[in-house]
């Protein structure tokens, strides 16, 4: 029978759920069990989709085309689980198919109620994923107290009544903070929020402590006492410079070993000698690189939680610490590139929608291509580079998408349904996984090793297939396909030192011991362009 662990956290949010939930996942795989993990959202929203990268962060996309929650890219970082839309759940999707289904008359005739319609259809969707696998872990967003979660919460409880002690673990993170002025730890935090949780009839199993320092155990004594947590079951989630460094720390504190024994489960040896070894890479690197990364959304970092992270991965690859300069697009359109960018090594313009800061995007990709610096586009990012390409090179003045110019006179970029009649925004995005095909001797093909790979989508433009011979004449290289449609995935300037711009999303699919192909090419590119540039300025 497979197993399941609810993971809910308390007090404040944004205490790392997600990274714990994953964190667990790795410890549990090191062991041989296969596991996954899903997430349940209490917001009406039926996905994160429409949703602003200020509100939400992120929004992760899956090979089946789903658009998910940022912490579903931390689940398949962490571990080899392959996330779908069955592992995301809101409460607004739980309420669009109960919805639909009393439409159709399901319920025949019944008064359709939080308990027990709500509650089945959350119990359900936990079903959905457990198939296959030994242990589903499950992580409640929100904060326990908040009446938008208090479904999924119930809906738990009712999983340990009809699945029994030994096939369900609760698991609640929570807060101990550290107060200066007295010079304690305090308990009362993480007490009071295990009260609420008692008081919706769940009695955690272990609670993870969020702290800065580790805790004495008198203090895990204390919490054990208040709460009715066994000592053992307290465990100190510590304050890390590296997430990495999470699923090593819980080791120390025995917390895979403690789930096990709960979940009536032999623990195995531990397999983790190449995730420390990873994670050592890290923490001494050899060197440095500093990546210009051009947003719109740079204020707000959790928008680009993939990409940061793909970097790191790619840094780890050539043990460099790859520092990130977060500049707003907007800014390159009042200042002059040269000023801004001057101490980049690479430079990176990522995805986005919108024509805010496209103007000093575009900028960014002009000043890479004029001064040969390392220079990788991504979607919106690669579709800037062909604009700025049309414009400056191929000499056609007012290119642009018809996202940003209906009335340009060279439509550059397109939305691809337009062909189909489709006008809507709706229902037109390319979400998920594609086939591209490379062009040999191409900086894709060298980086991949293979002509044929998959990548994921999220973009509703693709490029216009009447400029395709205009361009490559002067000298843009389409290195990459999608065979099925004839799209272009990716183009490059092959008289650079590295220039690329790829229409799908690379970063959903590095991992921290598998790193990407391109971003591992971009940083050795940067890294290449830096050394020399440092030798130059030594020789002047």
């Given amino acids: 029978m497979t197993k399941f662990i609810f993971v809910t956290g308390g007090v404040i949010s944004a205490l790392g759920k997600g990274i714990a939930a994953a964190s667990m996942g790795m410890l549990l795989e090191s062991h041989g069990y296969k596991i996954t993990l899903q997430k349940l959202d209490p917001y009406l929203n039926v996905d994160p989709g429409t949703m602003s990268p200020f509100q939400h962060g992120e929004v992760y996309v899956t090979d089946d ?57 959350i119990k359900r969707a936990f079903y959905a994923v457990a198939e296959g696998n030994d242990i589903v ?28 002690k030994e096939n369900t673990l609760f698991i609640h993170l929570t807060l101990v903070p550290y107060v200066k002025t007295s010079g304690e730890l305090k308990t009362k935090p993480t007490q009071h929020s295990v009260k609420e949780l008692r008081a919706i009839g769940i009695q955690p199993d272990i609670i993870l402590c969020r702290t800065d320092r580790f805790l004495s155990k008198d203090i895990k004594a204390k919490i054990s006492l208040f709460t009715n947590v066994p000592l053992e079951a307290v465990i100190t989630a510590k304050d890390v410079d590296n997430i990495y ?3 090593l720390g819980f080791a120390k504190e025995g917390l895979d070993l403690i789930i096990l024994k709960e979940l009536k489960l032999p623990p195995k040896k531990r397999r983790l000698t190449q995730w420390k070894k990873m994670v050592n890479r890290m923490k001494t690197p050899r060197d440095e690189v500093r990546i210009a990364l051009i947003g719109k959304y740079a204020g707000l970092q959790d928008s680009y939680m993939s990409l940061k992270q793909a970097l790191d991965h790619a840094g780890t690859a050539h043990q460099l610490k790859v520092n990130i300069s977060w500049i707003e697009a907007e800014e390159l359109e009042t200042r ?118 998959y990548e994921r989508h999220r973009h509703r433009y693709e490029f216009n ?29 092959r008289n650079h030192p590295w220039f690329l711009g790829c229409q799908f ?36």
Avoid at 144 to 156: N, Q
Avoid at 356 to 374: D, L, T, Y
Avoid at 507 to 535: C, D, M, Q, T, W
Wanted: some cysteine; charged content about 25%.
């Fill in 505 to 540: 999303h690379p970063e959903f699919k590095s991992k921290p011991v598998k790193f990407h192909p391109l971003f591992k090419a971009f940083i050795g590119a940067s890294y290449v362009y830096r050394s020399k540039r440092n030798k130059n300025q030594q020789q002047v």
């Fill in 465 to 493: 297939p009447q400029y395709e011979e205009t361009l490559s004449k002067a000298g843009l290289f389409i290195s990459g396909k999608n065979p099925d449609y004839n799209l272009v995935e990716i183009v490059e300037i």
């Fill in 336 to 453: 002059k590139a040269e000023k801004v960018l001057k101490d980049a090594d690479g430079i990176l313009v990522p995805g986005g929608f919108g024509i805010r800061g496209i103007e000093g995007k575009i900028n960014a990709v002009s000043f890479a291509r004029k001064n040969k610096i390392p220079f990788f586009g991504i979607c919106l990012g690669m579709q800037c580079a062909t604009i700025e390409f049309a414009r400056n090179v191929a000499s056609l003045p007012g290119a642009n998408s018809s996202e940003f110019n209906p009335k340009t006179p060279h439509k550059i970029f397109f939305k691809w349904r337009e062909l189909k009649g489709v006008q809507d925004l709706g229902g037109t995005m390319r979400l998920g996984q594609f086939l591209c095909r490379l062009e040999k001797g191409s900086f894709a093909e060298k980086a991949y090793g293979r002509l044929n790979v």
């Fill in 137 to 164: 872990i499950v992580e409640i967003g929100g904060t326990v107290g908040d009446i938008e979660s208090l479904p999924f919460l119930e809906a738990t409880r009712q999983m340990r009544l009809s699945l029994g």
């Fill in 65 to 121: 085309g789903s658009e998910t929650d940022l912490d579903l890219g931390h689940y398949e970082r962490f571990t080899s689980t392959k996330t779908t839309q069955a592992h995301n759940w809101t409460t607004g999707k739980i309420y669009d198919s109960i919805l639909r289904k009393e439409r159709r008359g399901k319920y025949l005739g019944k008064t359709v109620q939080v308990i027990p319609h709500v509650t089945d259809e």
């Fill in 245 to 247: 460094e999470i699923p």
